[in-house]
């Protein structure tokens, strides 16, 4: 039986896939309900870049979350050990607002090939499908896009439509298209957000006893219903550009997408 | 009586116009619907033509661009993007 709270391979290939990982009703009914105390305040500003400890002193209510096993398992294995705290935020959909948010991707365009953010999303109470929850499109997040220049799309196959149980956490890749969708709801939604930057090189972080299992390239060879014919095997492509900048492992391939395009043979002299 | 615009755009899997829709977004002119971001998981049709048969005009379509040199295995926005409209 695995103890470990790290995530295994087969996690780390379907985070590379969908650009996201979720972790349902991780977080404690009673934090859940200290957090709906809290949030309507407001989370005090930190410097970005603040190691986590120096922004979210022992016993503050961040820091306890981000210590839950699961969630500090996951942030370990994807953004390694004393990450920084970029910034953090407290989102609400009001209800009835009327609209929603543009698609977008948060910050500025970000096209690290080797390295990546983590934004940690925590929602304290059960969301249901009139809340308004996060709207999130699998497999976007390698796109070379910039922030809500994506804002007019509206729909896209395949797209999830955040509901969950109270105490649910989100851990997306910096890069991923989100958005907090129109709350049609009487109910206030709160959803209390962190973004990580990595401090380490982001390599074999997780736990790898299971880099072998077949499940790994199943996960990275994904197709998601959006993607179009052609630009779908591009994803793979570079997926598998970041396994290996992941696993330090120059030789990883999905079906030869790179090692064929990438095979250049030196030219030998028949003089 | 002033015509106004809704407009459709589909997003296709290829660049032809019979190809299964991926992507989809409205616009009303008429102010009678709102559509937003992230209120449907099920696109009005199944391919471009379906909405040609269901009276919606086509108005513009992307263009075929070759890769940028470099940026051959970059992806970024879709590529295969359909304006139509209807005037009501």
């Known amino acids: 039986m695995r103890t470990s709270t790290l995530l295994t391979s087969v996690q780390l290939a379907r985070f590379v896939a969908h650009g996201y990982l979720r972790l349902d009703a991780v977080v404690p009914e009673e934090m859940n309900q200290e957090a709906l105390g809290l949030l309507p305040k407001g989370i005090p500003d930190v410097p970005c870049g603040t190691p986590v400890a120096d922004a979210y002193p022992d016993g503050s209510f961040p820091r306890r979350l981000v210590e839950l096993p699961a969630v500090a398992g996951a942030l370990r294995s994807l953004v390694g050990p004393d990450p920084t705290v970029d910034h953090h935020a407290v989102h609400v959909r009001e209800p009835h607002e009327g609209h929603a948010q543009p698609l977008h991707g948060d910050a500025i365009i970000d096209v690290r090939p080797d390295a990546f953010d983590v934004q940690l999303m925590y929602y304290p109470q059960r969301v249901t499908p009139d809340m308004g929850g996060t709207l999130v499109v699998p497999g976007s997040h390698l796109r070379r896009t910039n922030e809500s220049d994506t804002g007019r799309y509206q729909n896209l196959r395949g797209q999830t439509r955040l509901v969950c149980p109270a105490g649910t956490v989100l851990l997306l890749h910096h890069g991923i298209w989100h958005g907090g969708r129109r709350n049609d709801s009487d109910v206030r939604r709160y959803m209390f957000k962190i973004r990580f930057n990595p401090a380490a090189p982001q390599v074999r972080l997780w736990d790898t006893a299971d880099m072998a299992d077949p499940a790994v390239a199943e996960e990275l060879g994904r197709y998601f219903p959006w993607y179009e014919q052609a630009t779908g095997r591009l994803e793979i492509y570079n997926r598998v550009l970041l396994w290996r900048a992941l696993t330090g492992d120059p030789s990883f391939d999905v079906d030869h997408w790179v090692t064929r395009v990438t095979n250049r043979p030196a030219h030998r002299s028949h003089a | ?88």
């Open chain 2, 1 to 88: 009586m002033t015509l106004r615009q809704q407009v459709l755009v589909l997003y296709l899997a290829t660049s032809a116009l019979d190809s299964p829709v991926v992507g989809w977004s409205r616009y009303d002119g008429t102010g009678t619907t709102r559509p937003t971001t992230g209120d449907s998981d099920e696109p009005p049709y199944s391919d471009g033509v379906a909405a040609l048969r269901d009276g919606w005009r086509l108005i513009q379509a992307s263009p075929l661009l070759p890769p940028q040199a470099g940026a051959e295995y970059g992806t970024s926005f879709l590529k295969h993007e359909f304006f139509f409209e209807k005037l009501s």
